[in-house]
């Protein structure tokens, strides 16, 4: 049984940092891509950042460029996603996702096979 288990979110002034951490298991990490997306209060499901299962590609939509990391650690079974500069825009329901084309990141969440719960992420002015 795969699980995605997020942590890390919370409530942070602008300008603050935040890093949110997904915890998987029941796969074999490595073979996944894994991707983070976030969910804004009626709006739809977008791509933030996504990392090959090597951890060696990583890629980022433009309004988190710079302001956002994507990492994982194999050994750990673990991806993160250090967010600075944190913007009263960001805030959303974040949610971690595995994707087993591992050599390839997809922005398109119909290709993500698994998802975690989602943690929230309230940046205020």
């Known amino acids: 049984q795969v699980q995605l288990v997020e942590s890390g979110g919370g409530l942070v002034q602008a300008g603050g940092s935040l890093r949110l951490s997904c915890a998987a298991s029941?796969?074999?990490?490595?073979?996944?891509?894994m991707g983070w997306f976030r969910q804004a209060p009626g709006k739809e499901r977008v791509f933030v950042a996504g990392?090959?299962?090597?951890?060696?590609?990583?890629y980022y939509t433009d309004s988190v460029k710079g302001r956002f990391t994507i990492s994982r650690n194999n050994a750990k079974n673990t991806v993160y996603l250090q967010m600075n500069s944190l913007k009263p825009e960001d805030t959303a329901v974040y949610y971690c996702?595995?994707?087993?084309?591992?050599?390839?990141?997809?922005?398109?969440?119909?290709?993500?096979?698994?998802w975690g719960q989602g943690t929230q992420v309230t940046v205020f002015s």
């Open positions: 990392i090959r299962g090597s951890g060696g590609s990583t």
């Open positions: 996702a595995a994707d087993d084309l591992y050599y390839t990141v997809s922005n398109n969440e119909r290709t993500y096979d698994y």
């Open positions: 029941g796969l074999t990490f490595s073979r996944y891509t």
